[in-house]
């Protein structure tokens, strides 16, 4: 049986549709557009089947497999709304409100019951930030956090709390993906000098600390970010502080830590200082990738021991975003950079496409592994919005624009679930695709008058760091060279090349010669005359041969001397006749 083919939708000023995905991309003539112009919440449940979305009047539930209308609910002011993993449940969040004379507002977040329509229960919920539940992939477990404290609700029964996680101002907590038997990483922030800390749970062990699967403990945290890996084994958190105090970087401070499950943790040593700006585990569970450092940003490949796999190089990124089924992953640059992409084979790394997706605020992979999505949306950019679709060797198979008097607000794949799509070869031959469009050449750097007949010269402001393979060569005796040990090796070479090159230029004379040219090293003279006007005629002369040597430095890297200059480095020879002079008859 062939392979569904992935919808996309699209929500903006022109209503909520959706669009097939490859090969048709024609409107889906299965849902019908909803035209209104107050679409704010759209949800897809985890296997695609359901669609949830509130138009400004009613929460509407859609069937997509069956197109039909499963619920309506009248909820008009519904802001977030999201799926239970097994499709029983339909979480709906509205803003909170008190009344006018200052008493506590009604529930507004609701649980609502989706084989029966009727809500099963509704909680006060004042913020937004982490406002839904966490279900486990099988429903038996649902948790929120409630005033410091982590409740636990079973088989969706929410009127008794079966379990309570108390630690002292708890801030976050993630529930571990896969099957039975579910684990929790829970983030309380320091206080009063003592540090943050990320503790891992099984459910439903909360004895304490000595219960905990793993701890690890952090200074210079305001908030972090959990992120479990897909088999439940480990759990990397970014820890980052709003300001960095020692000035480097605008974006604060971050810190990338490692906790397995087993009970290791680690901090992950990354070779250059700078913000990390993303990270992300391979579906397969044995490997991350993180982007960091000051621009160009480094891009490196670790494994489950923190020990880097390959390094992809500096280069213009700020996102990583492995493939569903793992084996593609693109190193992309958007918001404040140009959009240019990298699209590598991560079980050869071999380069596959270098496409640019100028001014992409969105990047999706779809579900089949293939194609990828980006988008421009309001209010990130209110002109140019539209979205294109790519297969991953760089060539754009749709390109949709917005009138110039709408906006698009978001575009996102409907979900499926794993195994659904095969995994298909990696190909490096470009898909065929719509013809590009014509460019704007890149505008070109400003050169004075004097120098635009001649040649550029190759400056950069930084120098690119190639790809490399970190993992150590079978067979080889040789322990793989450090980051610092390579850096110093490459200055060595560096000074060495520049010493032979210094001597392959120096003047083929006498030794009696050359003699004067090496005292010019000397700070301080070896011997004087002992009559001072003849001590300062050589130290005059020393001044004006260095001067000399340094014109001709200038003149050998390509700078046009003036006259005057010229007639300078002309007196050379005369000058060392006269100081040879004066030094012989000391």
Same mark, same amino acid.
């Given at each position: ?39 704010? &919440? ?26 039909? /209308? ?16 097994? $499709? ?7 803003? #909170? ?49 409630? $005033? ?10 929410? $009127?008794?709390? &079966? ?106 040593? /990354? ?90 605020? #969105? ?64 190909? #490096? ?16 750097? #400003? ?56 001597? &392959? ?12 040219? $090496? ?62 002079? /004066?030094? /012989?008859?000391?």
């Amino acid at each position: 049986m062939a392979p569904p083919t992935p919808l996309l939708a699209v929500r903006g000023s022109e209503g909520l549709y959706m669009v097939n995905g490859p090969p048709s991309f024609t409107e889906s003539v299965a849902f019908q557009r909803d035209s209104g112009k107050n679409c704010k &919440a759209v949800a897809f449940s985890k296997d695609g089947s359901l669609f949830a979305w509130c138009n400004g009047e009613k929460v509407n539930v859609f069937n997509v497999t069956r197109a039909e /209308l499963l619920h309506s609910f009248d909820l008009p002011k519904t802001v977030c709304l999201e799926f239970s993993p097994k $499709n029983n449940v339909l979480a709906t969040w509205q803003a #909170y409100a008190t009344a006018k004379d200052g008493t506590a507002g009604v529930p507004n977040l609701q649980l609502h019951d989706l084989r029966t329509g009727k809500c099963l229960k509704s909680f006060v919920q004042k913020k937004m930030q982490n406002w839904c539940p966490c279900w486990a992939e099988d429903e038996s477990i649902c948790a929120r956090n409630v $005033n410091n404290e982590v409740h636990f609700f079973e088989n969706n029964n929410f $009127n008794t709390i &079966a379990n309570k996680l108390h630690l002292q101002k708890v801030s976050d907590f993630v529930l571990s993906p896969g099957a039975q038997p579910t684990k929790v990483a829970v983030y309380v922030p320091g206080s009063k000098g003592a540090p943050s800390f990320v503790r891992l749970y099984q459910y439903p062990n909360f004895g304490g600390p000595q219960s905990a699967l793993a701890n690890k403990s952090f200074f210079k945290a305001d908030k972090v970010t959990m992120l479990w890996n897909k088999k439940a084994t480990a759990v990397l958190v970014v820890a980052s502080t709003e300001v960095d105090k020692s000035g480097a970087s605008y974006y604060g401070e971050q810190t990338l830590h490692y906790l397995a499950a087993s009970g290791e943790s680690a901090v992950v040593q /990354l070779p250059k200082n700078g913000p990390i700006y993303d990270v992300a585990w391979s579906p397969n569970s044995v490997e991350f990738c993180a982007v960091y450092g000051f621009m160009p940003a480094k891009a490196t490949v670790f494994n489950l021991k923190c020990d880097p796999v390959f390094d992809f190089g500096t280069g213009p990124r700020n996102a990583a975003y492995y493939s569903p089924h793992g084996h593609i992953l693109v190193l992309a640059g958007f918001g404040n950079l140009r959009g240019q992409m990298e699209v590598w084979d991560v079980k050869n790394y071999k380069l596959i496409s270098k496409p640019v997706a100028s001014d992409s605020t #969105y990047f999706a992979w779809c579900p089949d592994g293939e194609h990828i999505v980006t988008a421009t949306c309001a209010p990130r950019l209110r002109v140019g919005n539209g979205y294109k679709i790519w297969h991953y060797t760089g060539s754009v198979l749709h390109a949709h624009e917005v009138p110039a008097d709408q906006e698009m607000w978001q575009v996102f794949w409907q979900p499926f679930l794993d195994g659904v799509f095969p995994e298909r070869a990696v190909r #490096y031959q470009a898909a065929p695709g719509e013809p590009p469009r014509a460019a704007p050449g890149p505008a070109q750097a #400003y050169r004075p008058p004097a120098l635009r007949h001649r040649p550029a010269a190759s400056s950069k402001l930084h120098e690119d760091e190639p790809p490399q393979n970190m993992k150590p060569q079978l067979g080889g005796s040789d322990k793989p060279v450090s980051k610092i040990a390579l850096k110093n090796q490459r200055k060595h070479e560096a000074k060495k090349a520049a010493k032979q090159e210094a001597k &392959a230029d120096a003047p083929q004379g006498p030794a009696q010669v050359r003699t004067p040219q $090496n005292a010019l090293q000397n700070t301080v003279p070896a011997m004087t005359t002992g009559d001072p006007e003849v001590d300062k005629k050589i130290k005059n002369l020393k001044k004006k041969l260095k001067a000399i040597e340094q014109l001709k430095e200038q003149a050998a890297a390509g700078k046009q001397l003036e006259k005057n200059q010229v007639e300078k480095i002309q007196k050379e020879a005369a000058l060392l006749k006269e100081l040879e002079d /004066l030094e /012989l008859g000391v």
